[in-house]
């Protein structure tokens, strides 16, 4: 295995040891890495980490449900050409000045090996993983307007999130390498808060892992994830708020609980178990 | 030299394809497995497996794969809480013992386990013999040896039998999924495109330019157009409980690609149990209070909406003609089937999709006699991918 192309992980991002593999087995075998997982695990801080740790540039396409294929490979501006043609301006016989590559096409002709992140593939058509098959599979396409194939001059590694709101097709899922996150246990939970508050009391974390869990194992529509923890550690931090009092009044619960539902029977269970 | 794996999986259920397998050969060959059975283990997930849905399944057939492996008896618990607290972790790896390691079968290095369970009555650490920890032997916990099998500890390198063994992915099987994209597809074709909605204008109308143009006398002037968006607006209307119980799985697979398919303006579920009566449910759950009034569904959900209504149409016949009927915390006075003409006379769009097969045993039971009845009001089609594209294409057309 190339030893230049191997990410073990950064500074600043914890990854358990089956991603840092899937990951790596995906950029030797050059396919898209496929990421699944519960909101606010770290999907896209992936990319960023792996793009940090090898030294690569990071291109992000964010997927919007209006997004097409289309987009990610070029756009043709006809209007501009229309209007620059009615004034005589200049280059307007040159088809190329008026055709823009979208981070699909800006990967491909990228000198230097990019990362390239296809961000919550889900949130799109249903159809699109399948318009870009031949794309991610040649890492090639095609302008008709200038008759040029675009293909890449170094493989970009691919990372595509997805966080399971639609099915993906078969044919997409079968050229990717998969891996789901699971959510972290109390272990990888603490070095993951200790990448991000290096001076944090044991005292507090043990309360703020003890509350944390227990609130996620509550029957709640939003379960709070990562990224809501080191808010709400944040949040701790800054209101000065004792180590002891953290499970007796869990302050700030809205930090991690978004709806009030799910606050309301927080406190339900709280008062029947008199925390 | 797998190949046995391959039709394995198979034939477990696993839709693995010769692409697949043929990249996790590539794989082998690229030494991505890191000659270890752990690696192997998280290799093969990785390319072959692509939902973790289907995790326990692998994990199943991994297991019985490699089950010979695995069966050695039962350790004594003194041995595996030791091992479970590493002493230490010297720097000892010896190229020579990983390489005389590396020619055991995992068969050699079982038989080898119970033997030396039975020679060894204290604890070793460091060493390259005895099961101990941190060492170079093919057992124990945080060894260095790249293979072998691992006895108590957890994590970093952890063995693959224990990891298949834990099939920490039970819960997320969940079959139900298999199978929503295709309902998700014919859910696609329940869309009208609509120019007359509030939206920005910011597409460009080549006809009108062109027209615009000319009458500038040359000069360019683009007209832009309001986009095209589906202005379908669904109402979903389920049969909860009792005799739906049987169907859940079909339902729940429905109600999923529905419930996916983005493409439409609205979406409203409301559920029920047998038929409609004064109060619908917004839970599945059916409690007393999560509701609203159907008159007030009948009143405030235009008649615009598209409704597909959910059930097996089979109750006893006074569920649907009685006057005063007593359901799940809601009474009422009007019967059931008159609430249904209520649905039926308000709105233009409307479809009856039935999970039940129809078979020998229903057609003589008495409630077929709903069944029929409710048949004759509804245009009702059976819950299959095939006629719910009919009902779809009855859905686009008015009745």
Redesign the interface.
């Known amino acids: 295995m190339d030893t230049n192309n191997t990410f073990n992980g950064s500074s600043d991002y914890v990854a358990s040891q089956e991603l840092m593999r899937a990951a790596n087995i995906a950029i030797a075998l050059e396919k898209p890495l496929l990421i699944k997982g519960e909101p606010g695990t770290g999907k896209t801080m992936l990319a960023q980490a792996i793009s940090k740790a090898l030294g690569k540039k990071l291109i992000i396409w964010n997927i919007k449900s209006t997004t097409k294929a289309q987009d990610g490979l070029y756009v043709y501006d006809v209007v501009q050409r229309l209007y620059d043609s009615q004034f005589g301006g200049e280059g307007v016989d040159d088809i190329k000045k008026y055709v823009k590559l979208g981070k699909l096409g800006e990967a491909f002709s990228s000198d230097e090996q990019v990362i390239l992140l296809i961000d919550e593939i889900d949130k799109a058509d249903i159809e699109f993983p399948n318009d870009l098959l031949w794309e991610l599979d040649k890492m090639e396409f095609y302008i008709p307007e200038t008759k040029e194939t675009v293909s890449a001059k170094k493989r970009p590694i691919v990372i595509i999130t997805s966080n399971a709101e639609k099915e993906l097709p078969d044919a997409f899922l079968r050229r990717c390498i998969f891996h789901y996150i699971q959510f972290p246990d109390k272990e990888l939970m603490e070095k993951i808060v200790r990448v991000h508050f290096e001076n944090l009391e044991q005292k507090l974390l043990d309360e703020v892992m003890d509350t944390f869990y227990w609130i996620r194992g509550l029957d709640i529509n939003k379960k709070p994830s990562t990224s809501e923890v080191i808010d709400w550690i944040q949040a701790l931090e800054i209101g000065g708020v004792p180590a002891e009092k953290i499970k007796e009044e869990i302050p700030f619960a809205g930090v991690l609980l978004k709806k009030n539902e799910d606050i309301d029977s927080m406190e339900k269970s709280r008062r029947r178990f008199k925390f | 030299m797998f190949s046995d794996f391959f039709y394995l999986l198979r034939s477990r259920g696993l ?1 693995v ?1 010769l ?2 397998w043929l ?1 996790l050969m ?2 082998l060959e ?3 497995a890191d000659s270890s059975l752990t ?1 192997f283990y ?2 093969s997930r ?2 072959l ?4 849905t289907e ?1 326990d399944k692998f994990d199943g057939a991994f297991l019985e794969y490699f089950k010979d492996v695995q069966n050695f008896e039962e350790l004594p618990k003194e041995l595996l809480d030791w091992l479970n607290n590493p002493k230490e972790n010297p720097d000892n790896y010896d190229a020579a013992q990983d390489k005389k390691n590396l020619g055991l079968s995992m068969e050699e290095i079982q038989k080898m386990l119970l033997e030396r369970l039975k020679e060894q009555d204290s604890e070793h650490n460091g060493g390259k013999y005895w099961v101990g920890t941190g060492g170079m032997s093919v057992f124990g916990n945080n060894g260095n040896a790249s293979n072998g099998i691992r006895v108590g500890g957890v ?2 390198k ?1 063995r693959a039998m224990q990891g298949a063994g834990e099939r ?1 992915f039970k819960d ?1 099987r969940d079959d139900n ?1 298999l199978g ?2 295709q309902f ?2 014919a859910f ?1 074709k329940l869309r009208q495109f609509s120019t007359k909605i509030d939206a920005l204008k910011t597409e ?1 109308d080549i006809d009108s330019s062109i027209d615009e143009t000319c009458e500038n006398a040359g ?2 002037k ?1 007209v832009y157009q309001k986009p095209r968006k589906n202005s379908v607006k669904v109402l979903l209307l389920m049969d909860s409980g009792g005799s739906m119980d049987y169907y859940m799985h079909l339902c729940s697979m429905l109600f999923n690609a529905v419930a ?1 398919s ?2 439409f303006k609205d979406l409203k579920v409301y559920y029920f149990h047998n038929c409609i009566y004064s109060m619908l449910y917004t839970d599945p759950t059916l409690y007393p209070g999560k509701w609203v009034e159907t008159d007030w569904v009948l009143k405030n959900i235009g008649s615009d909406y598209k409704v597909i209504i959910v059930g097996d149409a089979s109750m006893d016949p006074s569920e649907l003609y009685g006057r005063s009927y007593y359901n799940y915390g809601a009474r009422t006075d009007v019967p059931g089937i008159e609430y249904l003409k209520k649905f039926k006379g308000r709105y233009k769009h409307i479809v009856w999709l039935n999970p039940m097969v129809e078979t020998g045993v229903w057609r003589t039971s008495y409630w077929m006699e709903t069944y029929n009845i409710i048949k004759s009001e509804f245009d009702m089609y059976p819950l299959t991918v095939e006629a719910l594209d009919k009902a779809i294409k009855k859905l686009m057309v008015a009745k």
């Open positions: 839709d394809s692409n697949e990249t590539e794989a690229k030494g991505l690696g998280y290799l990785a390319v497996v692509k939902s973790e995790f994590s970093q952890r920490q997320f999924v929503t994209r998700q597809m696609r460009l000069n360019l683009i996916k983005s493409h």
